[in-house]
């Protein structure tokens, strides 16, 4: 549905984007992730046709959305800024895309949306009065107000409180599930991305640095660590010494009454537990640690960091 | 043209919901539509409908220019600042389609002062010397024709330049333009004293001159690309 191949942006002599390549199919959620400045909303723009690609394309529909206004109906957007207007009502904002998208009963269908998001009360106060979470909200409602097939989001929960960040969540998942659209996430929220995204794709200085489904990402990127519960301190110094001098732990660290152990690429829990016991150290409980999406990330970050 | 009628809508609704605008625009047309029906009565009779004429021919069109400058900052400039611009570029309507509605609508909202202008000047005039002065049917067809396109041409040519220009060029412009823009508004009634003829020639080249620039500015933003609106916004 979205395809990006070997994309490349310059601004004046400045490369954005270097070769990025990727799809994304019906009914995904896409997580577009990377550092402020890696790229992200440049290729946003660039998929909706705000901006022209250097090299390579970025077609929706085997289309390139900047020339085609047909296909720029079945599109929602909800860029970095609301996009909203000041001046004018909540009713008037919806109403005025309604009407741009020629959207059939529209003052009902402004109303139900204004009912959803709990902005009805205020649907005669100009948006400029609203609070920042209450733009994002009506924004938002905005970017679905014609029943879009995709949908493209830069950054939709930013500056919203914790309960407006799970109505978005939430939002995002429905719109996804049951009303099978397909979405694009612009995000270095990293928890958020966690959430609800299927797969992802890293970006930083422009390249694509990691592009898979998050477990399949969690595989590849992060080594295996365990977290170690021994009976007290004295057992913690003995094995922190016994561990010191294993070339197959990658790092190994202090916590409470117990160790967390990273262990080298490939390498079992199994054998380090063995290694404890046969040494006489008490081992009370191990645990495998679960890498999160943000592990992922950091480690992706840290040694395309190192390569360079 | 319903997308360009649905742009020109929300602007006209927009500027005319907007206090500031509204007031400085209605403060304007009551202080120089009273200045030049007092310099419109000074004449002897016999020159009063002469001097009725130049003003109105002068001033409708100063207050709606200035009302246009001052609306364009608003509903181009302020559209663009507020990345407002991006969002409506991503929807099915096209860049000329925006700009003409932005036209129409920023001509509504200036050209309904500058016929208020225009009605209060004769109705001020009238009520002032004690006898029904009319202006002559080239300025009536100046107001209801010519008026308009200026604005329109105005509106059109200064939205091109607000859109393709940088926000800092932009800005430096518009105060190069306030400067004469002002001047000329007070200078309505200095050029009054002098009460000059209004002749079918001026109007007829005045509405050709505002259709010339109103073609050209539509040209111009013909060849005009998002890319260069988005990557000119900081």
Redesign the interface.
């Given at each position: 549905m979205i395809e990006v191949q070997n994309l490349g942006k310059k601004f004046r002599e400045r490369m954005v984007l270097n070769d990025v390549n990727f799809q994304v199919k019906e009914g995904e959620i896409f997580g577009y992730l990377g550092p402020n400045g890696a790229g992200k909303t440049t290729t946003m723009r660039i998929i909706l046709g705000l901006l022209k690609p250097t090299a390579g394309k970025a077609l929706v529909w085997g289309k390139n959305l900047g020339e085609n206004e047909e296909f720029r109906k079945k599109v929602g957007v909800l860029l970095e800024d609301d996009g909203l207007y000041p001046r004018i009502s909540a009713f008037d904002n919806l109403d005025y895309y309604a009407q741009l998208y020629g959207i059939p009963n529209r003052a009902q269908k402004v109303a139900n949306l204004l009912q959803f998001i709990g902005l009805y009360d205020r649907k005669n106060d100009k948006v400029g009065k609203f609070s920042k979470g209450m733009k994002r909200k009506l924004a938002l409602a905005r970017a679905i107000i014609h029943d879009p097939e995709v949908l493209f989001l830069d950054e939709p929960s930013a500056g919203l409180d914790p309960e407006a960040q799970k109505m978005v969540r939430d939002l995002i998942l429905q719109l996804s599930g049951e009303e099978r659209i397909t979405i694009f996430l612009n995000s270095h929220d990293l928890d958020e991305v966690q959430r609800i995204c299927s797969k992802i794709a890293i970006l930083q200085r422009g390249e694509i640095k990691a592009y898979d489904a998050i477990d399949n990402l969690r595989g590849k990127f992060t080594k295996p660590v365990v977290e170690i519960t021994l009976p007290d301190n004295r057992e913690v110094e003995k094995a922190l010494k016994l561990l010191s001098s294993l070339d197959y732990i990658s790092d190994c660290n202090r916590y409470n009454d117990g160790i967390t152990v990273t262990l080298a690429e490939g390498e079992m829990s199994s054998t380090l537990v063995s290694f404890l016991v046969k040494n006489g150290i008490e081992v009370e409980e191990i645990r495998r640690v679960s890498k999160s999406l943000e592990d992922v990330y950091l480690e992706i970050v840290r040694q395309q960091e190192r390569n360079a | 043209m319903?997308?360009t009628l649905?742009?020109a809508r929300?602007e006209t609704?927009?500027l005319l919901?907007?206090k500031s605008t509204i007031f400085v625009g209605l403060a304007f047309v009551v202080f120089f539509s009273f200045l030049n029906s007092l310099a419109v009565i000074k004449g002897k009779d016999a020159s009063s409908a002469v001097s009725l004429d130049s003003s109105v021919f002068y001033l409708s069109a100063m207050i709606g220019l200035f009302i246009a400058y001052m609306s364009t900052g608003q509903v181009f400039l302020r559209e663009k600042a507020?990345?407002?611009i991006?969002?409506?570029?991503?929807?099915?309507?096209?860049l000329r389609q925006i700009w003409l509605g932005k036209i129409l609508g920023v001509t509504v909202a200036a050209y309904s002062l500058s016929l208020i202008t225009a009605l209060v000047i004769v109705v001020l005039s009238s009520i002032l010397s004690s006898s029904l002065l009319l202006p002559t049917t080239a300025i009536l067809v100046h107001v209801l024709l010519v008026v308009p396109a200026l604005i329109a041409a105005f509106t059109g040519l200064l939205g091109f330049v607000q859109f393709r220009l940088g926000m800092r060029e932009s800005r430096i412009l518009n105060f190069v333009i306030f400067a004469p823009l002002f001047a000329g508004l007070y200078g309505a009634g200095y050029v009054m004293g002098g009460s000059f003829a209004v002749s079918w020639i001026q109007v007829g080249l005045l509405f050709g001159a505002s259709v010339i620039l109103l073609a050209v500015s539509a040209y111009l933003t013909r060849r005009l690309?998002?890319?260069r609106i988005?990557?000119t916004i900081t």
């Open positions: - | 319903r997308k649905v742009v929300k609704r927009e919901s907007t507020d990345r407002v991006e969002t409506l570029m991503c929807a099915p309507v096209n690309s998002k890319e988005v990557t």
